[in-house]
């Protein structure tokens, strides 16, 4: 019962704009914490323990908590947070660490969110073949979604039947950022390739063949979407996370040149289709790559190092970058233009965060992913789930680099649910 409710609701959640607004926070927090107290309430009524406790991921479990008392003491007043100079010599003080304490507190409503869904799906994924019936549900939601981006696009450029009001004649699906969307899709993809790669299916049929032109298509369909999208870190993040899937995956299948050579030639094929189809428009911005919109770049990550210089240790506040930022603005940076996100996830953890406590998510996924590797390498059945995790992790250390894709609930909780999914099989050893 709980893989049914996590199934609709992960496949509903990226509807409402990609759940990218502090009602749809709050909507999805009321919603884990309703799951969560009804299954902790079914088990504690039966006598049962859990599947899956967080003891089996302890360092990661730790470096959570951390982040969590971290964003905590950042949003209470308690006035030990250093001034900030202003160019004519003013100085800035807040009560608090975080410039902006109410943002900071919905940052870690989102976060405890992420944990509650992480911990759930560990539940559900304790049984191989139910995390595997969750990973190809997983994969068709994202195909149907980006079905559903392709015929807004072809059918008047809408969002959900609304005229899109930025990035039109792009794909842009429930989302309103195309990049986002491109992110969302590229997670679908690592799904699809890791999928290629294990021979156990719950939902797909058992017939060798049929299970692969059905994994194609569907990654087909993926691949058109994310061109459509026209974002060029996009293509590249769905790459990067394709091929570390199918490398890892197939490599514990132990393919044989003939399958190696197949992938290959299959891959090439779906990729030149794909970009006849409607890859002009990212290679027309790969192509024309404005000067202006580089240097642009370049100045705003220049000021957000300035920011992270400022308060190395202390940072802004957990999601205080819009409030924040303003202080550093300044040409040649346009302002012209409201720079509420960095365009860089690692920036903007720094930035908010400090170096320390930013960098505590990126050594929990760290730690992750080295134990994605070492179940991958164990599992004698359902890999995939393992194979996806690895992937995702690859789409979004890449894309983060330059774009905010991961400060978008529905590719975050998505990306949570693959990691989850992967994890899991850590501890579920053959007969349990």
Same mark, same amino acid.
């Given at each position: ?214 994994? +194609?298509?569907?990654? $087909?369909?993926? *691949? /058109? ?6 974002? #060029?870190? @996009? !293509?590249?993040?769905? =790459?990067?996370?394709? +091929?570390?899937?199918? $490398?890892?995956? *197939? /490599? ?6 003939? #399958?190696? @050579? !197949?992938?290959?030639? =299959? ?166």
């Amino acid at each position: 019962m709980l893989a049914v409710v996590i199934a609709v609701w992960l496949l509903l959640m990226p509807l409402p704009l990609g759940s990218a607004r502090p009602a749809y926070w709050l909507l999805n927090a009321i919603a884990v914490g309703a799951i969560a107290a009804w299954y902790w309430w079914s088990l504690a009524r039966m006598g049962a323990g859990v599947r899956f406790g967080l003891r089996a991921v302890p360092l990661a479990t730790l470096l959570y908590l951390l982040l969590i008392g971290w964003i905590v003491l950042q949003a209470l007043p308690l006035g030990v947070a250093p001034a900030i100079s202003l160019a004519d010599g003013q100085q800035l003080v807040w009560p608090s660490i975080s410039v902006a304490s109410d943002t900071s507190w919905l940052v870690l409503l989102q976060i405890l969110t992420y944990g509650s869904c992480f911990a759930l799906i560990m539940q559900v994924a304790a049984n191989r073949g139910r995390a595997q019936l969750l990973l190809e549900l997983a994969f068709f939601c994202v195909v149907g979604y980006a079905l559903l981006g392709l015929v807004l696009l072809s059918e008047g450029d809408t969002l959900l039947g609304v005229k899109k009001w930025a990035y039109q004649g792009s794909a842009t699906g429930p989302f309103v950022n195309r990049n986002s969307f491109a992110t969302f899709l590229a997670l679908g993809a690592t799904v699809g390739a890791a999928l290629l790669t294990c021979a156990n299916t719950r939902l797909l049929p058992h017939s060798r063949w049929m299970r692969v032109v059905l994994l +194609l298509a569907g990654l $087909l369909i993926i *691949g /058109t979407a994310i061109l459509a999208t026209q974002s #060029r870190m @996009g !293509a590249a993040a769905a =790459a990067s996370g394709i +091929l570390v899937a199918v $490398l890892f995956g *197939g /490599t514990r299948a132990r393919w044989g040149l003939f #399958r190696w @050579g !197949a992938v290959g030639v =299959a891959t090439v094929i779906a990729g030149l289709a794909m970009a006849w189809a409607f890859g002009s428009g990212v290679l027309e911005r790969i192509i024309t790559i404005e000067a202006d919109s580089a240097d642009g770049r370049a100045a705003l990550y220049s000021q957000v190092l300035n920011m992270i210089r400022d308060r190395p240790l202390f940072g802004f506040g957990a999601g205080t970058f819009e409030q924040a930022f303003p202080l550093y603005h300044q040409l040649p940076l346009s302002t012209e233009v409201i720079w509420d996100k960095a365009h860089s996830t690692y920036l903007t953890l720094w930035a908010e965060l400090g170096v320390i406590g930013g960098s505590l998510p990126l050594l929990a996924i760290a730690i992750i992913a080295i134990q994605l590797v070492a179940s991958l390498m164990r599992s004698d059945e359902y890999w995939s789930p393992s194979a996806a995790g690895l992937g995702a992790i690859a789409v979004v250390a890449v894309h983060s680099l330059v774009d905010f894709s991961m400060e978008i609930q529905a590719v975050a909780l998505l990306f949570v649910a693959l990691l989850a999914l992967g994890i899991a099989q850590k501890r579920t050893e053959r007969g349990q």
